[in-house]
């Protein structure tokens, strides 16, 4: 897959907002990639407020727009946080989304990194507005979304794997964001009619053995998978569980003590308004770990990484 090259961080400037550019920081220092960072102002808003203010709302515009970028320029030039990475700034004046998803664009971005909370945009936990939809409208590249202040780099990765080549996508991305950390691999799995069985009267026994060759199968599955990701053995740990994959990902996260879950989104159709499914709806919103969303449109549904 393509290295990572450039990376595009997204800030409203707040607290929260700013551990995502702390982030992109360490990763650029790990993958030598160009980094950008871009904070978008919506100040055409104060226009409405001019009967209000009493004042030129074009000189407040202005002022607002100066302290912005030389906030950002303050937040980039921080030796304590840039890891020696020289950042680009990049200062917008119009609606986040938009100008965000264009940004990336030009740029050719191959990860855009945001944060969980903020102030403005992205004020809201995942599953709100605004960043929900800049999940969904960044169908081909990569969103990491940043839920913790970073203290190192990455050191064990989650990814729930369904066997498809975004996949082996997911993984290979992982290692290159993160070439020292540990890397678990699950796939989770339900069983069709598995519950009803016990209703129709078969045995337990059968069932736990229809289970257990299900399981061994997909284990086998997972082996190959991580080979055609480049992972030799020894390199993962495999998982193979029966269950709920959400539920899984979220005792794993805590288990293993992992730092980023990468999960796909499974878009079918290449349409803006793409809903994220089930599954990563809930690792978004319940997820204490970042959580990266790989895109992966066409990927058929049905286990672990189902979305």
Known sequence: MKPITRILAATDLSAPARHAVDRGFYIAAD???????MHATELDALDSLSDLLGADTREIKQRLADDARETLQ?????????????????????????????????????LLVVGARGESFLRHALLGSTASRLLRKSLQRPV?????????????LLIPVDFS?????????????????EIVLLHAFELPYAGKLRIAGVEDAVIHGYIQTARRERRQQLHQLAASAGLASGEYAPLVRHGDPAQLI???EQ?????????GKHGQHKAEELLLGSVTKHVLAESQCDVLVTSDIGTPQGHASDA
């Open 255 to 263: 288990e293993q003590a992992c730092d980023l879950v990468i999960i």
């Open 31 to 37: 993958t030598h990639a160009r980094y950008t960072v």
């Open 144 to 156: 990491l979304v940043v839920k913790q202040p970073p203290h190192e780099s990455y050191r064990c």
């Open 74 to 110: 303050r937040l980039l030039s921080n030796p304590a946080h840039n890891r020696g990475v020289a950042a680009d700034a990049r200062i917008v004046s119009g609606a986040p989304l938009k100008f965000i998803a264009d940004e990336a664009d030009a740029l050719d971005a191959d």
């Open 250 to 252: 979220a005792a794993l």
């Open 165 to 181: 080549p975004t996949s082996a996508q997911a993984i290979r991305l992982g290692r290159q964001l993160a070439p020292t950390a």
